[in-house]
C-alpha cells in the first residue's frame, strides 16, 4: 500500500511540536489557548503557505485535493494521530462565503494572507421544529493576517467565513475534537430553514443503505 503523501518538512515539524504539546494538555479550553498563542506565529509562515500552494499548482499528491471534506473550499493539511486536533487551509475568492452553519468542535482560525470576513448568528429558536432555525445576525467581523477568531461547538459556533474584498483569501483553521455527532448543521437564514450536512463518505453510505432497502422491496 502507498505511503500518504507528506506535508513539507517545516509544516511537518511544527505539527509534531504541536501534538506533542497538546498530549500533555488537558481540557479543551486549555488546548483552545495553546493555539490561540501559536496560530498567529504560524499563520506569519509565509515560505510554508507558497510552498503549499505551488504544490496545489503544480497537482503535487501534498494536500491531497481529492479528499473530499464538508466544505467545498476546505483542504485537510494534518490530521492528529490520536485525532486531538486538525489543520485546514481554506481558499476564498472575491465575495465568496461559506454557508452558515455550525461546527462539531471548537476552532482557531485567522487569514495567513488576504481579508477574512466573519459573520456571526444567534440561534433564537429551541431547536424542538425539525428543519428550523431563526437566526440573529451579528455586525460582521474582518480580520487581517495573523489576527484570528474563536469558534465554539454547536449553537455557540454559527456562523459563515469568507472574502469580503477582491483578490484570494487563505483562511487556515485549527480544529480540536470533535463531540460524538455525524453531521453539522447548515443554514438558511432568509427562509429559517435548516438541514443536516453529513461528509460524502458517510453520505454515499446512508444514501446505499436506502437504496439497498428499496431493492429489497
Not at 46 to 70: C, V, W
Not at 164 to 185: A, E, F, H, K, Q
Request: glycine content about 6%; proline content about 9%.
Amino acid at each position: 500500500m502507498p505511503r500518504p503523501p507528506r506535508p513539507p518538512e517545516a509544516l511537518l515539524d511544527i505539527c509534531n511540536r504541536w501534538s506533542e504539546s497538546v498530549e500533555g494538555i488537558s481540557g479543551d479550553a486549555a488546548r483552545m489557548e495553546f493555539f490561540q498563542s501559536e496560530l498567529p506565529v504560524f499563520l506569519r509562515k509565509q515560505l510554508i503557505f507558497e510552498k503549499l500552494l505551488k504544490n496545489i499548482k503544480a497537482g503535487r499528491p501534498y494536500p491531497d485535493l481529492r479528499q473530499a471534506q464538508m466544505i467545498d473550499d476546505e483542504i485537510l493539511l494534518y490530521l492528529n494521530p490520536k485525532r486531538l486536533f486538525s489543520l485546514r487551509m481554506f481558499l476564498y475568492g472575491p465575495g465568496e462565503y461559506t454557508p452558515i452553519h455550525d461546527h462539531s468542535s471548537w476552532g482557531v482560525s485567522g487569514p495567513a494572507a488576504g481579508e477574512l470576513g466573519v459573520i456571526r448568528y444567534a440561534r433564537e429558536d429551541d431547536g424542538s421544529v425539525e428543519g428550523y432555525a431563526q437566526l440573529m445576525q451579528a455586525a460582521p467581523a474582518y480580520l487581517k493576517p495573523a489576527e484570528i477568531e474563536l469558534t465554539r461547538p454547536l449553537n455557540e459556533g454559527i456562523h459563515q467565513t469568507g472574502n469580503p474584498v477582491d483578490g484570494t483569501t487563505i483562511m487556515i483553521s485549527v480544529y480540536g475534537s470533535p463531540i460524538r455527532r455525524l453531521y453539522i448543521n447548515r443554514f438558511d437564514y432568509k427562509t429559517s430553514k435548516v438541514e443536516k450536512l453529513y461528509p460524502p463518505r458517510i453520505k454515499k453510505k446512508m444514501l446505499a443503505i436506502e437504496a439497498l432497502k428499496q431493492l429489497n422491496k
